[in-house]
């Protein structure tokens, strides 16, 4: 038969109490902290996201249009485009870009930023547009063109505000 | 008590892990930021160099002088995420081809240069810093007449 | 009853330990994840920077290779191009790509000296593309479906000569010469052996059995306005393809090599055809005397210069020029007034959109992607005797041959020697011309005949007993021998020299037949004392049948020059100064109004004043088959002279000149005045007595057998995307 004897525990002293509870605070607290700092890390890795992500992209395939056309023409609406009603060289939605083949044809594509989506078409030889190549992105705010001195502008506004601009001369 | 102050002592490694951590997870991304910022507005420069006409190119005012003077100029490069602005600084300078003839700050003679030609480097570096490091993105362009 | 009490075996501070591992735990796999992602998006901006570093290079290259395109072209055809490595080598497709990366700063964007000059310690490029290219033969190859070469091992390139590609291509050439079907993958070889052929029937605007050499093609969509984009103009397209990838030289480092992009760099050889073109510096709009071009002066179609000041009120269709341009406030071109420069950023673009897409004013270097190269000899173009003869060149065209007017003329009559050093009077001149196709030359004693007691003027025909046929010629017949001669005057046809026909002048001694001609050039002294050759163009046909020399379509140009030459002329003479003074010979063209006479059309160049004697080329022919001009034909001519005056001994009263006009003064020096006229006297014509109509040559049978040449240079991309 076995007889545990229990032995009254000692209390904690109000001094050992305060530092405990102190330690304790300053563990949640720089939990609480690290907590925020990847938080705050997060919503700046997701604010660079636009410029990091999306815009290397656009880069890339507007460097291959914008700047290297033989002709521009910027317009309202698509349907404009094709129809070439009221061309301009203020800020537009909807870019036609002519190119100049070794066969001496030339040929368009446009570029068209519609319903927030910047789109890339080819215009077929018979002039009747169908869906679009590809979308360039669909997360830019605004997407305008402009022409400036001669020069074809395309500027890129992205979630956040921030604000990329392309630019392209006639070939 | 004693795993309490174990506890904050990890904590703080962690936290200094986290944190350095995160850093080289945003520093390259500064690198790109700038880099397609810089990118965009490079292509400006390239569509000024080639549109200027050759008169102005080559004219005693032109933005892009005759090598070694070169002309600086501090340029909004684009915008950040919330609007913020980020400037750099450009320089602009052009550089005669060898075989235009020395009228054209070259050595070449009729029997090099037949179809006297006038050829221009047109050069803009726009340079930046970022992390201690001076970086400079060049676009060349070549006029000729 | 007795109670034991459970002992948990951890302490309750392990709660902590435990929180704070669980947290950092997750911290950890967020961060990391992060990370990850981080690095995968670094990877593919780094690659995208690559990819668009890369294609700024090469934009820049096509644009380099444009630039140095034209005079490695030109020095193929020049002498000793093909002698040795040295003079080759840098001739090569190879060389024209490795020297235009070295010009656009694909390898190195920014110089040391640029680098020291921006002062920047510890500089990093950000262009991520730079590169020594080491693996430079990866680079540029022949395009995707050349089934010839596909390879770059060998330094070629596709070039568009005897075969047809697919559509994506312009139209091939073809040669039949294995020399340069061979080179022309290595070089850019312009010569006048590449023909339209069948490969391109139906793909030019002309039948090309009729019209080979040049045909009607499309002026191409550019900035650059000889013609307008679309419209049709007498050109040959050289052309040849390649692909270019910059990232393939490193992609065992970087793993970035793209699709290959595929281009076509095109050589335009256009004769000149516009209204006015030339590569000078012309004053356009108003005569030497001040007065304003009036309504007796019609341009139609648009204008070429090297350099140009429009003055007054002046309206023109279209302006073109290699440098600059000044225009006044009056004047008006394509039905537009500016008042700012009209190459000011943005004009251009803004027309192109309110207007059409023919802004009728431009400059080669405003125009992008475009070279445009006037050949002008100067001065050398008049004279044959200027230049050297060329041998062994890449290009079976030599360069001289090619630019320089009096080297390309069938016919050449040269003064090959005058009475004394003091006393210039021609004694002798020299014909040359073709027979069967092989040249071959009299000398022309113009004071004795050479043979004793026969009169100046006869040239040998045929020994005693042969025959000679002299065609429909009606000629002057002499036979004899020993300074003894029967003759007869009038013969045509077939004639035999014989005693039964002419007697027996000079018995016992072998005989000899001789004929004159009528002569289509003479020597003349004006009332001046100077001193002319004079030419009838419409007695070449008789004389040249007389001679059994090729017809009046092989022999239709001509080129009198000055011998001046230690070789084949004589110490007695000088060469002709330009300008021309009144103590240099002068050349009298007369019987010039029925040009007919020359199916093909007829061209003379001469560096000697040419004096109008009579009215040229103003009746009008038939027309070749297939070909309706929009009013009369009249026989393709060009004259090319450093100064032309109207007139001989008296001055005419009025002036009407249609056609096109051009010069070979340069771009330097005082503005020439294309349309001022001269009297014989050498006054300047007023307005009033000067008519002018100027069009352009619309059709390759408009163009005469002389012409002075244009080159434009272009750059297009194959795009793929527009592959129904």
């Not at chain 3, 550019?222 to 490193?250: H, Q, T």
Request: proline fraction near 5%.
């Amino acid at each position: 038969m076995k007889i545990g004897i229990r032995k009254m525990r000692k209390a904690f002293t109000l001094v050992e109490l305060t530092v405990v509870m102190m330690v304790g605070m300053m563990i949640g607290s720089m939990l609480i902290a690290i907590f925020n700092q990847q938080l705050a890390f997060l919503r700046i890795y997701q604010l660079q996201s636009f410029v990091t992500e999306e815009a290397p992209m656009i880069s890339l395939y507007i460097n291959r249009l914008i700047g290297k056309a033989d002709r521009f023409r910027l317009h309202d609406s698509i349907s404009d485009a094709l129809s070439n009603t009221d061309p301009r060289i203020t800020a537009s939605p909807v870019c036609v870009l002519n190119f100049r083949l070794p066969d001496g044809s030339m040929r368009a594509s446009i570029l068209a930023f519609e319903d927030g989506v910047l789109n890339y078409y080819v215009v077929p030889e018979s002039g009747v547009l169908g869906p679009s190549e590809w979308s360039i992105t669909q997360r830019a705010a605004d997407v305008q063109f402009y022409m400036e001195q001669g020069i074809l502008r395309t500027q890129l506004t992205g979630p956040q505000g921030e604000q990329l601009i392309y630019s392209g001369a006639t070939q | 008590m004693i795993e309490a102050v174990l506890a904050m002592g990890l904590l703080t490694i962690i936290g200094l892990i986290l944190l350095k951590l995160s850093l080289n997870i945003l520093m390259p991304r500064q690198w790109t930021v700038q880099q397609t910022i810089t990118n965009a507005y490079m292509s400006y420069e390239r569509a000024l160099a080639e549109r200027i006409p050759f008169e102005n190119l080559v004219a005693s005012n032109s933005p892009w002088p005759a090598f070694p003077t070169t002309n600086s100029e501090n340029v909004e490069l684009g915008r950040l995420p919330g609007g913020r602005l980020i400037t750099g600084t450009v320089t602009r300078t052009r550089m005669p081809y060898e075989n235009n003839f020395p009228i054209d700050g070259g050595s070449g003679t009729i029997d090099t240069n037949p179809a006297a030609m006038k050829v221009w480097k047109v050069q803009s570096v726009a340079t930046y810093t970022i992390g201690g490091r001076n970086y400079a993105k060049s676009r060349t362009v070549l006029r000729s007449q | 009853m007795m109670k034991t009490r459970y002992q948990p075996s951890l302490k309750r501070g392990a709660v902590s330990m435990l929180m704070v591992i669980s947290m950092g735990i997750l911290a950890l796999i967020i961060s990391l994840y992060t990370y990850r992602q981080a690095i995968a998006t670094h990877e593919l901006t780094s690659s995208i920077q690559l990819s668009s570093d890369y294609r700024e290079k090469e934009d820049a290259i096509l644009r380099s290779m444009i630039a140095i395109l034209p005079n490695r072209a030109i020095l193929a055809m020049q002498d000793q191009s093909a002698a040795s490595y040295s003079n080759w080598r840098p001739l090569l497709w190879r060389s024209i790509f490795d020297d235009s990366i070295n010009l656009a700063n694909a390898r190195d964007s920014i110089s040391e000296d640029l680098k020291s000059v921006l002062g920047l310690d510890n500089l990093i490029s950000a262009n991520t593309g730079d590169s020594n290219l080491a693996n430079f033969d990866a680079v540029f190859r022949p395009i995707l479906n050349d089934t010839i070469y596909s390879d770059y091992s060998n330094w070629r390139i596709s070039a568009g000569i005897n075969r047809d590609l697919d559509g994506n291509f312009p139209p091939p050439l073809q040669v039949n010469d294995g020399w340069t079907n061979s080179l022309d993958y290595y070089f850019p070889i312009i010569t006048n052996r590449k023909l339209y052929g069948s490969l391109a029937d139906g793909d030019v605007g002309l039948d090309v059995v009729e019209y080979p050499e040049f045909n009607l093609l499309e002026y191409p969509q550019i900035n650059f306005g000889y013609a307008e984009p679309g419209e049709d103009f007498v050109a040959k397209r050289n052309w040849w393809a390649f692909s270019m990838d910059l990232a393939r030289s490193d992609d065992m480092v970087t793993g970035a090599a793209r699709f290959q992009r595929e281009f076509v760099v095109s050589i335009y050889e256009i004769p000149s055809q516009l209204a006015i073109s030339a590569s000078s510096y012309m004053s356009l709009g108003q005569f030497g005397n001040g007065e304003d071009w009036n309504s007796n002066v019609t341009i139609s179609g648009g204008v070429f210069a090297g350099k140009a000041v429009v003055e007054g009120n002046t309206s023109l269709s279209a302006l073109a020029t290699r440098s600059s341009l000044t225009l006044s406030s009056g004047a008006s071109i394509g039905g537009q007034s500016f008042t700012e420069s009209p190459f000011t950023p943005g004009l251009r673009e803004q027309y192109h959109i309110t207007e059409g897409d023919f802004f009728p004013v431009s400059m080669a270097s405003e125009g992008g992607r475009v070279a445009f190269i006037p050949i002008n000899r100067g001065n050398d173009y008049y004279d044959r005797f200027a230049h050297s003869v060329e041998r062994n060149t890449l290009s079976r065209s030599t360069w001289n041959d090619y630019s320089v007017g009096a080297l390309q003329c069938a016919m050449q009559l040269d003064i090959t020697e005058c009475v004394s050093s003091t006393d210039s009077t021609p004694t002798e001149l020299r014909f040359s011309y073709y027979k069967n196709g092989v040249r071959e030359s009299i000398e022309i004693p113009l004071l004795t005949s050479g043979v004793a007691g026969l009169p100046a003027g006869y040239l040998f025909a045929a020994n005693e007993d042969q025959t000679y046929n002299f065609g429909g010629s009606v000629v002057d017949l002499a036979f004899g021998a020993n300074g003894d001669f029967g003759y007869a005057s009038g013969a045509t046809g077939q004639v035999t020299f014989n005693v039964a026909r002419f007697g027996d002048p000079a018995p016992g001694y072998a005989k000899t037949g001789y004929f004159r001609p009528s002569y289509p050039f003479e020597i003349r002294t004006l009332n001046t004392g100077k001193i002319c050759i004079v030419v009838y163009p419409q007695r070449f046909e008789d004389f040249l049948d007389a001679i059994n020399a090729d017809g009046t379509h092989i022999n239709n140009s001509l080129v009198v020059n000055v011998d001046y030459s230690t070789s084949t002329g004589s110490v007695n003479l000088d060469k002709p100064n330009i300008p021309c003074t009144d103590f240099d010979y002068g050349l009298i063209l007369e019987e010039s109004s029925d040009m007919t006479l020359f199916p093909n059309g007829f061209s003379l160049v001469t560096n000697l004043r040419l004096y109008f004697g009579d009215d040229f080329n103003t009746v009008a022919t038939t027309p070749p088959a297939g070909y309706t001009p929009p009013g009369d034909f009249y026989p393709p001519v060009s004259i090319f002279a450093p100064e032309k005056r109207y007139g001989v001994e008296i001055d005419p009263y009025a002036v009407d000149v249609s056609g096109q006009i051009g010069s070979l003064a340069s771009e330097d020096g005082d503005a020439i005045r294309p349309l001022d006229s001269t009297s014989a006297s050498g006054d300047a014509y007023g307005s009033d007595r000067i008519t002018i109509n100027l069009d352009k040559i619309s059709h390759p049978a408009e163009l005469p057998p002389i012409t002075m040449m244009n080159w434009l240079i272009t750059v297009e991309e194959v795009r793929n995307e527009f592959d129904d």
